[in-house]
């Protein structure tokens, strides 16, 4: 989301790049494994370089997806198909928790009935140039997740770290047996299926997450809102809501506040303005609603500390927006929202009555009408003063 962003295709490109890469190295590791076996007769090295040769076929179905991810909105999908490196990362979590699983139940297996590992140079050997050639595909995904912002990276690299563990564990179990002469095999592969099982589930937190629609993380927010702040005729932003459809597909939702005195056509034009820089600026979709604010209004200032103050004496977790005065001969009406800063067990009726309660208090001439947000869901609207 900074200024400088590569293109959507650029993007894309990127990520073919690092794809091909990874290819690469799995191909690379699994052919020197095929060779290795074949040179010493060993069919269980053979048969490990053939799984590292199918993990080419799982990052060429990366590259596809980062192929259909980059599609245009079509009738079917008029989002786009960027949830698809979230679907993608969701497949690959769970493929990491299978292996995770997987060595918890060869483990508990070792452990009851521990069986010599048969040491050679050979073993050594490979299960060395495997722990090498995985770290280094976990640092190509990495730095991939890093340019490219795409947890479907993270998540490829993330098997990778998987498969360095476990490798690392037989490792370790067979150089312990070779020289101490005791079997821990089967406890290696449970710590490092701990870490495993972790590292997957981590993922796939992440991957669900976004499939369902989480909220970005908060800098993000306040990135954003910290912009439209700044933009002249800007006096508010409050409901800002980020639509996540898969990287660089996003769209923005925000009440902005505007002097209660421009016309309908004036306010329109400052909403398209800000709508655009937000497109120039992050890369976003926006849609705004504009709500009027009595800038010019002398006593507003005195509204807002009286009801501040109300807040204060209710002891309510509340924090309040979107405030709006209008007076007429007997009567001030008073329009706001509030949200919450802690748990709070009273209804929304109950915080009404509370709040109109402390303000008639303050002048019999108040009157209040509110609408209480809970998690960007607006309810009912009370004390509709102004009908």
């Known amino acids: 989301m900074k200024n400088g962003i590569f293109s959507m295709q650029s993007r894309q490109h990127k990520a073919y790049a690092f794809c091909l890469a990874g290819m690469a190295v799995d191909a690379a590791l699994g052919l020197t494994k095929i060779f290795m076996g074949w040179q010493s007769g060993s069919i269980a090295v053979m048969g490990d ?22 599609k245009p ?30 060595l918890v139940i060869d483990s508990i297996q070792k452990i009851m009935n521990p069986e010599p590992i048969a ?34 990276f993270s998540a490829y690299g993330a098997d990778s770290v998987s ?14 047996e070779k020289f ?3 079997h821990i095999d089967g406890w290696m592969g449970i710590l490092m299926a701990a ?10 937190k992440n991957a669900v997450n976004s499939l369902i629609g989480a909220s970005p993380d908060d800098a993000v927010y306040q990135e954003v809102e910290a912009f439209m702040l700044k933009i002249p005729g800007i006096y508010g932003v409050h409901d800002l809501i980020i639509h996540d459809y898969g990287p660089e597909n996003q769209f923005l939702s925000a009440h902005v506040e505007m002097d209660s005195r421009m016309n309908l056509v004036d306010s329109h034009e400052l909403a398209e303005q800000v709508m655009e820089k937000i497109k120039e600026r992050f890369h976003i979709q926006a849609v705004l609603h504009v709500d009027p604010k009595a800038v010019s209004n002398p006593r507003e200032q005195q509204y807002m500390h009286e009801l501040e103050a109300a807040i204060y004496r209710s002891n309510l977790p509340l924090a309040y927006h979107d405030f709006f005065v209008e007076e007429t001969a007997n009567d001030v009406h008073m329009s ?12 929304d009726q109950e915080i009404y009555d509370v709040l109109s309660r402390e303000m008639r208090q303050v002048n019999p001439k108040y009157h209040i009408d509110i609408m209480v947000d809970r998690n960007f869901i607006s309810g009912k609207r009370y004390g509709l003063s102004m009908q």
Do not use: W
């Open 49 to 70: 370089g053939f799984n590292n040769v199918t993990d080419v076929g799982s990052t060429f179905l990366l590259l596809l997806t980062f192929f259909y991810a980059a």
């Open 73 to 102: 909105s079509d009738k079917e999908h008029p989002f786009g198909h960027g949830r698809l490196e979230y679907l993608n990362s969701t497949v690959m979590a769970a493929a990491v928790l299978y292996v995770g699983i997987t």
């Open 119 to 152: 040491f050679s140079p050979l073993l050594v050997a490979v299960l060395v140039v495997g722990i090498a050639g995985k770290f280094l595909l976990s640092l190509i995904y990495r730095q991939a997740q890093k340019v490219t912002g795409s947890e479907a």
């Open 163 to 176: 498969d360095v563990l476990s490798t690392a564990g037989v490792l370790a179990a067979v150089l312990a």
């Open 180 to 182: 101490t002469g005791y």
């Open 195 to 204: 870490a495993i099982l972790y590292t997957g589930y981590s993922i796939l």
């Open 336 to 347: 706001f929202e509030v949200s919450f800063t802690g748990k709070c067990r009273k209804s």
